[in-house]
Each structure stands twice: as C-alpha cells, then as structure tokens.
T-cell receptor, first 114, second 115 residues
C-alpha cells in the first residue's frame, strides 16, 4: 500500500523567512495530494491541495509543487508569520476510482519565531 | 454553515469496556471517513462510507472495531473490549462526493483514553 514520508519532523524559522516541507510517496497511482495544518488540540484543516495533472499551485503565501516522476511534493510558505506555527501534514490518495482514503505523513512541527 | 461535529469530545473508559463514538458530517456530504491519530503521528485511515455502505474498511485494526452509517448521515464507530492501545484521538471527516480528490473536512475528534 501507499507510504508517505515527510521531512523534516521539526522546523524552526524566523518571522519573514520561508519554510519548506517535503514529502515522498510510494504508490505511482496516487493522484491527489492535500496539505493540512493542525494547531494544538484542534482539527486538521486543509490549506492547499494539488492534483497530479499540475506541477505547481499557489495561494497567496503558500505554494505546493509536485514531481510525479520522482514521486515527491513540497509545501512552500513564504513570509512566515507567528500564526503559521502549527503541525503540517502531507497526504496522498488515489482519487477517482481508487480508494479515497488519505495516507498521511508523520507531520512537521513548524515554529515561527517573532 | 455547521462543520463536522463529533461526540463526545473526551471519553475515559476502562480496559475491556465497550465504547461508541459519534460523527455528524456536514449536511449533504455523501462520503464519511474515520481516522485515528496517536500522539505525534498523522491521522491513520480506518474506514470510509459512501452513503450507507462501507466502501473501504481496510484500516480497521481488528474485529473489535466496527462502524455503521444506517441512514447515510450520522455514523457511529464502535469499539468492543477496549484495550489501552486503543487510546488515541478518533477523527471523523466528510466530503461532498467521492472521486476526483474531494476535500475532506475534519471534525474536532474524540479523545479516547482507555485505563
């Protein structure tokens, strides 16, 4: 089955710097890759997602890139702010005809220092 | 509008007891998912429903775990003969449809502690 690896497990940056989190997946049939942000004691919330028919997607300070050949995708946050501090999870699934279940990475704890 | 809700928010039980966890999806969402999240880990898939039927239950760890969604809306996750290793946050999510990578919206979770 699918296996998603996520790095780094912790990341500390200064306010205003950029943060990059990387994930790899094993199942070449996976075609949907969401990123969730989870604050302490709260529910995971979708921040951005990408489908396998595109290589990059941006939404204000957040961008995701996908390399299908290498089977990896990355989250980029620019101009980080203290409120970006949270645990970020990447996930992969075989949408459209496959199982809709999300397979998550182990998470990256991002700390943005003021 | 109202998001996914789960009850109870916390549940403490003793080893060997039976527990039921409830999930109310977003109104009109046809797909409902259960995940389990242990401390410091990502959510782990348990089961998902398309309507009333379980479309994929491959993540249920053993036959002590069972879930139902009799009317295609509310779902109940049932755990028999609880063990200490069942302690985790149980998350429910729903999506409008199945297919094409529909966004899964998560509930706040039920924190289960088995003593």
């Amino acid at each position: 089955g699918e296996n998603v690896e996520q790095h780094p497990s912790t990341l500390s940056v200064q306010e205003g710097d950029s943060a990059v989190i990387k994930c790899t997946y094993s199942d070449s049939a996976s075609n949907y890759f969401p990123w969730y942000k989870q604050e302490l004691g709260k529910r995971p919330q979708l921040i951005i997602d990408i489908r396998s028919n595109v290589g990059e997607k941006k939404d204000q300070r957040i961008a995701v890139t996908l390399n299908k050949t290498a089977k990896h995708f990355s989250l980029h946050i620019t101009e980080t702010q203290p409120e970006d501090s949270a645990v970020y999870f990447c996930a992969a699934s075989r949408a459209q005809g496959g199982s809709e279940k999300l397979v998550f990475g182990k998470g990256t704890k991002l700390t943005v220092n003021p | 509008g109202a998001g996914v809700s789960q009850t109870p928010s916390n549940k403490v039980t003793e080893k060997g007891k039976y527990v039921e966890l409830r999930c109310d999806p977003i109104s009109g969402h046809t797909a409902l998912y259960w995940y389990r999240q242990s401390l410091g880990q990502g959510p782990e898939f348990l089961i998902y429903f398309q309507g009333t039927g379980a479309a994929d239950d491959s993540g249920l760890p053993n036959d002590r775990f069972f879930a139902v969604r009799p009317e295609g809306s509310v779902s109940t996750l049932k755990i028999q003969r609880t063990e200490r290793g069942d302690s985790a946050v149980y998350l429910c999510a729903s999506s409008l449809y199945v297919g094409g990578g529909e966004t899964q919206y998560f509930g706040p979770g039920t924190r289960l502690l088995v003593l």
